[in-house]
């Protein structure tokens, strides 16, 4: 079965504190994207890479850097936590190929204190 | 940017019911999908929608691609307490670069 793993279901943090969250999927999809989701607001999407070492801004990229470093993984980071980005992330892959063949993570809902 | 507005925001109906919701664009979209998220899950696809006028059906579910591309509604007949979680409307970035854009959410809860 094909999946998208998320590293942490919840996470709690400090203000200030640098936030990893991590994104693995197993089906060597070439696109993998990171959303932030929040009542009222629906999914909005924060970066995305289309291969390794690349990535590209979405719409909310402020506060936060990504690393993709190997295909099958995809890291979002808080660089300087704040209260304002307590939220759910979701993160997503899908092939290059087709183009809404999107598989989603469970998330994280990520709390900062 | 590109916006979707989706209604109801939120829908609390009896087991039985059939439910309507609905999204619309500001601006043409090519392809409209539709998206279910069950509690602590991520949303997964129920149904894709590629033409202006196509009307596709998914078991209980059917989705409507609005003439004017600017629009798409899904109905759930019978609806049952599985039926319970948020659903979105999502459609494809008019950029070309695959990007989906989402609406608001509609959250739907049955009482058996």
């Known amino acids: 079965d094909v999946k998208v793993t998320q590293s942490s279901r919840y996470l709690v943090k400090r203000t200030g504190e640098k936030v990893f969250l991590e994104c693995v999927q197993d089906m060597d999809h070439e696109n993998m994207f990171w959303y932030r989701q929040d009542p009222g607001l629906g999914l909005r999407l924060i970066y995305f890479s289309y291969d390794v070492k690349m990535k590209e801004k979405g719409d909310i990229p402020e506060g936060y850097s990504v690393s993709r470093e190997k295909k099958e993984r995809f890291s979002l980071i808080l660089e300087s936590a704040s209260t304002n980005q307590t939220s759910m992330y979701l993160c997503a892959s899908r092939p290059q190929r087709l183009l809404y063949g999107y598989t989603f993570g469970s998330g994280t809902r990520l709390t900062v204190v | 940017g590109q916006q979707l507005n989706q209604s109801p925001q939120s829908m609390f109906i009896q087991e039985g019911e059939d439910v309507s919701m609905n999204c619309t664009s500001s601006s043409i979209f090519n392809t409209w999908l539709w998206y279910k998220q069950d509690p602590g899950e991520g949303p997964v696809l129920l149904i894709a929608?590629?033409?202006?006028?196509e009307l596709t059906s998914n078991g209980r579910l059917t989705a409507q691609f609005g003439i004017t591309r600017k629009d798409s509604f899904l109905n759930i007949s019978a609806s049952i307490p599985s039926d319970v979680g948020i659903y979105f409307c999502a459609g494809r970035d008019s950029s070309n670069t695959g990007k989906l854009i989402f609406g608001q959410g509609t959250t739907l809860q049955v009482k058996p």
């Open positions: 929608l590629y033409k202006a006028g």
